[in-house]
């Protein structure tokens, strides 16, 4: 049998982002497969992408060091 999904509310989603230090620009859906979750093929949350300056997608689900790495390499590019 298929597991519900537990949906989120607005004000959910940002607590929890103050609580985490999210100080980026994020999307959320709610925790459905539709809408931006579907444009962009999330199927797990939390999913992260980093783009570069030309907002191709050349990174997903880094954390730690190896993102701060990989942002560095990233902003290497623009100079």
Not at 20 to 28: A, D, H, R
Not at 29 to 35: L, V, Y
Not at 46 to 58: C, K, M, Q
Request: with cysteine.
């Amino acid at each position: 049998m298929k597991q519900e999904r537990r949906r989120f509310s607005k004000e959910e989603y940002l607590e929890k982002c103050k609580e985490m230090g999210v100080t980026w620009k994020s999307i959320f859906t709610g925790g459905g497969r539709e809408g931006a979750a579907a444009d962009w093929g999330v199927e797990y949350y939390p999913t992260s992408y980093l783009l570069d300056a030309n907002g191709v997608i050349r990174y997903k689900d880094l954390r730690g060091e190896q993102l701060e790495e990989k942002v560095a390499e990233l902003m290497a590019e623009l100079n």
